[in-house]
């Protein structure tokens, strides 16, 4: 059972389920293969702006067909609906949350709280991996890469995972609060985030891509038939500072470039041009996302670049 449903071979299920205490609504799809095999969720929509991935998520769940399934595919198309209907960027538009740091959530909390909570109890824990669909935001630019968490019961897996996308970069994550899928990999369910798009746009080339690794992972793990691709890749540690003021921001770099450790990555100034702060790369890097937006917050993210790790997947 998943959201109240029966996961019946051959059964198509398109509904919304709602967060007990709220006035939200999730839409979700269940595709129960014909033939047995694992259970996958996918989600996209966890911040609402983040366009390339909720596409990516409503073509599969109308291209993939129970019958080609071993297993079921779980998919939440837009896990915050309220935010995208108010356009609110990363955040949950009742109470201005995050809800990708509030995760495992809370059924007494406030909105976002409620509806992480749900998430979690309802799809995340039920199932068996896990994949992620991030953007950058409206205020970010971004070089593709992906996540999986470190130091897990479901890191073999989840290194198997990383694999099928095609893409140049891999966190290892050392987060193991706030998020959906570092919550999922605690929790022995193998997980990955795929960050592909910025800037709230999202492009026919994008939104593919994204659908093609979601395809080849759905392979590996055996519920797709045919051969799956291993794309090499440099795996990275990330870091990351956030504003120390608000003001306009200046980027030196664009996300993908590569950095040593001294150089200039940007400038915060005031509305007369004088400096604020001079963002100094502290080691050698690859810049990974930054804002790309003229205003910038304070305690709001700046830049997040990655320092290779010891070996390449």
């Known amino acids: 059972m998943i959201a109240g449903h029966e996961l019946t071979p051959g059964k198509t299920v398109k509904d919304h389920i709602h967060v007990e205490g709220t006035e939200l609504h999730v839409p979700h799809v269940l595709l129960c293969g014909e033939q047995t095999g694992p259970?996958?969720?996918?989600?996209a929509g966890i911040h609402?702006?983040?366009?390339?991935?909720?596409?990516?998520?409503?073509?599969?769940?109308?291209?993939?067909?129970?019958?080609?399934?071993?297993?079921?595919v779980i998919i939440?198309?837009?896990?915050n609906r309220s935010g995208f209907e108010n356009r609110t960027?990363?955040?949950?538009?009742?109470?201005?949350?995050?809800?990708n740091r509030v995760f495992p959530g809370d059924r007494e909390g406030s909105a976002a709280d409620k509806l992480a909570h749900m998430l979690f109890e309802v799809f995340i824990k039920n199932v068996d991996a896990y994949v992620d669909l991030h953007s950058g935001d409206g205020y970010e630019t971004l070089v593709p890469f992906c996540y999986y968490l470190g130091d897990t019961p479901a890191e073999v897996t989840a290194r198997q995972m990383v694999d099928c996308v095609n893409v140049k970069y891999v966190v290892r994550s050392r987060c193991r609060t706030g998020g959906a899928y570092n919550l999922a990999s605690i929790h022995g369910v193998p997980s990955v985030l795929i960050e592909r798009g910025q800037l709230s746009l999202f492009s026919r080339e994008e939104i593919e891509a994204d659908k093609a690794d979601v395809r080849n992972i759905l392979r590996c793990l055996g519920v797709l038939e045919g051969d799956w691709t291993a794309y090499p890749k440099q795996e990275l540690s990330e870091y990351g500072d956030d504003a120390p003021c608000t003001g306009c921001w200046y980027p030196e770099k664009k996300p993908g470039d590569w950095f040593r450790k001294g150089e200039k990555l940007g400038e915060i100034r005031d509305y007369f041009g004088r400096?604020?702060?001079?963002?100094?790369?502290?080691?050698?890097?690859?810049?990974l996302y930054q804002?790309?937006?003229?205003?910038?917050?304070?305690?709001?993210?700046?830049?997040?670049?990655?320092v290779p790790t010891d070996h390449s997947i």
């Open 89 to 99: 960027m990363s955040m949950v538009y009742e109470d201005g949350k995050n809800l």
């Open 275 to 287: 400096s604020l702060f001079t963002e100094v790369a502290s080691t050698d890097g690859v810049l």
């Open 39 to 43: 259970t996958v969720l996918i989600t």
């Open 291 to 306: 804002c790309a937006s003229l205003n910038i917050i304070e305690k709001g993210p700046m830049v997040s670049y990655g």
């Open 76 to 79: 939440l198309p837009l896990a």
């Open 48 to 72: 609402n702006a983040e366009y390339v991935g909720i596409q990516a998520a409503i073509e599969l769940s109308n291209e993939l067909e129970v019958s080609a399934l071993h297993g079921n």
